[in-house]
């Protein structure tokens, strides 16, 4: 995959960056409705994209990132913010 490609559904774009243990990753947020879910899922159907800079070993649907979509959908009144 290179820069300027379009994201298919649910698909994750991953470059490495110059720097060693970092990427690049490009992919579609959760689904808000799965966001209470205890699995989360990309929503395949978003037009927008996270653009993510960070350690390659970075998951698009692990606890950092699920944190972080919860953060932004419920403003700390889910009970894990920080």
């Known amino acids: 995959m290179a820069y300027g490609e379009e994201l298919g559904s649910g698909q994750v774009?991953?470059?490495?960056?110059?720097?060693?243990?970092?990427?690049?990753?490009?992919?579609?947020p959760m689904r808000e409705d799965s966001l209470s879910w205890a699995r989360p899922v990309l929503d395949d159907n978003s037009t927008a994209i996270i653009d993510f800079y960070g350690p390659c070993d970075h998951d698009p649907l692990g606890n950092d990132e699920?944190?972080?979509?919860r953060r932004l959908k419920f403003g700390g009144i889910y009970g894990d913010s920080e």
């Open 13 to 28: 774009v991953k470059v490495p960056a110059t720097d060693a243990g970092y990427c690049h990753l490009k992919f579609p």
């Open 66 to 69: 699920i944190k972080a979509q």
